[in-house]
């Protein structure tokens, strides 16, 4: 185990005291890292050192992957999300990392709305999030779609049904608001996140459309927008206008959550129902635009994000071309710039909103996918970064997972 | 009656001409689906439209309507579209 007491002292800005115990031996256990991309996944095995990885790859050549994720309750579930620019959308299920899948035998698909329905019916165009849900709640996941709709399994994946009110319900499509409303791939429903103190209580993100919370299970559900800032010109009232962009809740402390939204990166602790945004500490000339955030998995005090260009027509680059994520120790009240290792200059990928993540281990790695098709990663929580893999698509998702 | 099966659906019928049966489009699409679970969802939505990158043929003209009539000796080809790269 590292001294953690001698890392922390190496820093220029102390932590805070850790409030969540990692699990013994954690830090001799390898890593498994799961890239999605725009043609296909691969799966990238650690040695415990984190120095070398053996890829796995590709699987399911040519097909749009938005997400795979492994089910940290038995370690061994392994759920893709994928369609083709021809097929329908579908989920694959794998129990021996990816060596066998098999298709889901109903996957997510809205429902047909009743005659004299007053919305439209929709078809899934893509599932865009997968969640692993409570740990008491064996083989349930949850799953976001574009457009954006919330389902569930109850068997590990194999089917889905379209889970609470929301998908149908008149005034959560109005938030949900049209195609043009948005990302360009299509509106997406992400951010899908339950408490581990709580089966019931689950947030999720909608871009556009807000951060909503339910405390019943998804009986009910409400928007959860204080604070949020929504583009110059706009009634920040609406929900439809809100834009999410990624919402996490520390491991360590439930009760907060941090958001990197197209208009700025926001704290909330609970009960407040206010978001703060903690992007105003971030140098000006770099902003706080950005898709990604990562919660720190056993220190509240600390994020990542990944900055990028939001300045007139969007050009969702690394600023000036000088990747670099930024970390916050004390909750948001200032910001790093992380950039050893990363290219100096003339760099202009960006990085989505799915594809930066933390492994488990102490000091905590942090994983890149970028939009050029390389995975970047850092075993000492950003300190340092080298390059673990390169020429692969354009990435839309990074997860990671500790070997068993 | 015989169908010719695009490329991306190989995975479930590992050939691309198979038989199926049906009196209309919609009824050939079940078979096919009884014969290859999984196949009719990546071709028709969950409303029972055809996706937007799939196409139709019988007996050499394109057709938009699942409950199209088939009879036993029509020609059926399900083809992709282009779809950018």
Redesign the interface.
């Known amino acids: 185990m590292v001294n953690t007491s001698r890392r922390q002292a190496s820093r220029k800005t102390p932590a805070k005291p850790r409030s969540k115990k990692k699990p013994a031996g954690v830090s001799a256990r390898g890593v498994v890292v799961l890239v999605a991309t725009r043609k296909g996944a691969w799966l990238y095995h650690g040695d415990p050192a984190r120095k070398t990885w053996r890829p796995s790859g590709p699987h399911f050549l040519g097909h749009i992957v938005h997400h795979m994720v492994l089910d940290p309750r038995d370690g061994r579930t392994l759920l893709a999300a994928a369609k ?5 959308p ?1 989920i694959f299920r794998s129990t021996d990392f990816g060596r066998t899948w098999k ?3 109903k ?1 997510p ?4 709305p009743p005659d004299g329905a007053s919305v439209a ?4 165009d893509h599932t865009f999030w997968l969640t692993p849900a409570h740990g008491s709640e064996p083989n349930v996941w949850y799953a976001g779609t574009s457009p954006q709709g919330l389902f569930r399994s109850e068997d590990g994946g194999v089917t889905w049904e379209p889970f609470s009110i929301i998908n149908d319900d008149a005034k959560y499509r109005e938030w949900m608001g049209a195609q043009q409303d948005g990302t360009p791939d299509g509106p997406k429903m992400h951010s899908i996140i339950v408490d581990p103190r709580d089966p019931k209580h689950l947030y999720f993100g909608m871009s556009s459309g807000g951060v909503h919370e339910t405390r019943d299970g998804g009986r009910t559900f409400a928007p959860l927008i204080g604070g949020m800032e929504v583009v110059e010109g706009f009634d920040k009232s609406v929900i439809t206008y809100h834009d999410p962009h990624c919402v996490v809740m520390c491991p360590s402390n439930p009760d907060r959550l941090y958001q990197q939204n197209h208009c700025g990166i926001y704290r909330l602790d609970r009960p407040s129902t206010t978001w703060e945004r903690i992007g105003r500490a971030m140098p000006a000339k770099i902003g706080d635009i950005g898709f990604p955030i990562v919660a720190h998995p056993y220190d509240a005090s600390t994020a990542w994000v990944f900055p990028m260009d939001g300045a007139s027509v969007w050009p969702r680059t690394s600023p000036g071309g000088r990747p670099a994520a930024y970390v916050t120790r004390n909750a948001g009240k200032s910001w790093k710039r992380l950039d050893n290792g990363l290219p100096a200059r003339d760099a202009w990928w960006t990085v989505k909103r799915q594809a930066m993540a933390s492994d488990m281990r102490d000091p905590v790695g942090l994983y890149l996918g970028t939009t050029s098709g390389q995975v970047w990663m850092s075993r000492d929580e950003g300190e340092k970064w080298s390059c673990l893999a390169s020429h692969l698509p354009e990435i839309y998702a990074v997860e990671t997972a500790l070997l068993r | 009656m015989k169908v010719l099966i695009p490329s991306p659906l190989l995975s479930y019928t590992r050939t691309n001409r198979v038989e199926a049966e049906g009196a209309t489009m919609a009824a050939l699409l079940l078979d096919l689906d009884r014969q290859f679970p999984g196949l009719r969802f990546r071709v028709i939505d969950e409303q029972d439209r055809m996706r937007p990158h799939m196409r139709f043929f019988v007996n050499g003209k394109q057709v938009y309507d699942l409950g199209l009539e088939l009879r036993p000796d029509d020609s059926v080809h399900i083809v992709q579209a282009l779809s950018g790269g």
């Not at chain 1, 698909?109 to 047909?112: E, I």
């Not at chain 1, 019916?121 to 899934?124: E, L, P, Q, T």
């Open positions: 083709t620019g021809h097929l329908g579908t298709e889901a035998l996957p698909a809205f429902a047909k019916a929709r078809s899934v």
